[in-house]
C-alpha cells in the first residue's frame, strides 16, 4: 500500500523565535553585498521564515517523540507494510531539503497502528533538521514504543539536494537506508521476506543495482 502524507492544515506552533531568524537571514543576504538587489530581497526574510517555521521545520510542533495510537482490533498474524509514504525533510548539515518515499514496516505482536498514522509519523519526524540515517531509527523507534510489534523495518529512499545541486553534483543519485530490528533481524527468512515487500525491484532478497 502506498500512501501520500494528507495536506497540513492551519500551522502549528513551532515555539521557534521567528524575531530572530528573520534576522539571520537578512544578515545572510547583507553577506552577499552588492551581489543582488536589496529592493528584491525586502520580503525574503519574513518569507524565508515563515517556510522553516510554518512549512520544512513543521514537525518539532509534534514534541521530541511523536507517538502512534494503537487501535483496539486484535492483530493479525501478518506483517504490516505501509510503501511509499511521500516525506520531505532538511539536511542538518547544509539546510537543504532532500525528499523521497519511506517504506515501513511491522510484524504485530498486539497492537496495530492505523496506516494514516503511521504516514503521519513520518512527516512529523521528517519535517525537522535531519540526517537520514537516524530519521529511519527515530522512525522505528517510535514504532517500538507505541506497539512492541515483533520486528519492525523502515526503508528510505531519497534524494538529497546537498548531493544533486552542490558536491558532486550527481543530479540522479538517491541515498537508500535500511534498518530492521526484531525478528527482521535475527531471522533470515524473515528478514528477506520483509525485504522484498518494502522494495518492489528485489529479488531473492537482494536489491537491484
Known amino acids: ?18 524575531t530572530k531568524m528573520e534576522q ?14 536589496s529592493r528584491d530581497l525586502r520580503e525574503t526574510p519574513k518569507l524565508v521564515a515563515r517556510a522553516f517555521d510554518e512549512e520544512l ?14 487501535l483496539a482490533e486484535a492483530p493479525p498474524d501478518a506483517m504490516v507494510v505501509v510503501r511509499g ?14 525528499q523521497g518515499t519511506a517504506s515501513v514496516a ?6 496495530l497502528a492505523g496506516f494514516s498514522s503511521m504516514a503521519r509519523l513520518v512527516e512529523a519526524l521528517a519535517r525537522r533538521l ?9 522512525i522505528l523507534d517510535a514504532l517500538e514504543k507505541a506497539l512492541a510489534p515483533r520486528g519492525c523495518a523502515c526503508l528510505l529512499e531519497a534524494a538529497h539536494q546537498c548531493m544533486t545541486c552542490r558536491g558532486a553534483n550527481q543530479r540522479s543519485s538517491r541515498v537508500a537506508t535500511l534498518r530492521l530490528r526484531g525478528i527482521f533481524e535475527k531471522n533470515g527468512a524473515r528478514r528477506r521476506e520483509v525485504v522484498a515487500l518494502l522494495h518492489p525491484s528485489v529479488n531473492g532478497g537482494r536489491m537491484s543495482r
Open 85 to 98: 509514504i511521500r516525506f520531505v525533510s532538511v539536511c542538518r548539515h547544509h539546510l537543504l531539503p532532500f
Open 1 to 18: 500500500m502506498s500512501v501520500k502524507a494528507s495536506s497540513r492544515g492551519p500551522a502549528r506552533r513551532t515555539g521557534f523565535n521567528r
Open 24 to 37: 539571520g537571514i537578512r544578515l545572510f543576504l547583507e553577506g552577499l553585498g552588492d551581489a543582488v538587489s
Open 106 to 111: 511491522y510484524l504485530p505482536a498486539r497492537k
Open 57 to 70: 521545520l513543521s514537525g518539532y510542533a509534534s514534541g521530541t517523540m511523536p507517538g502512534l495510537s494503537p
Open 130 to 138: 535531519q540526517i537520514q540515517e537516524e530519521l529511519s531509527e527515530q
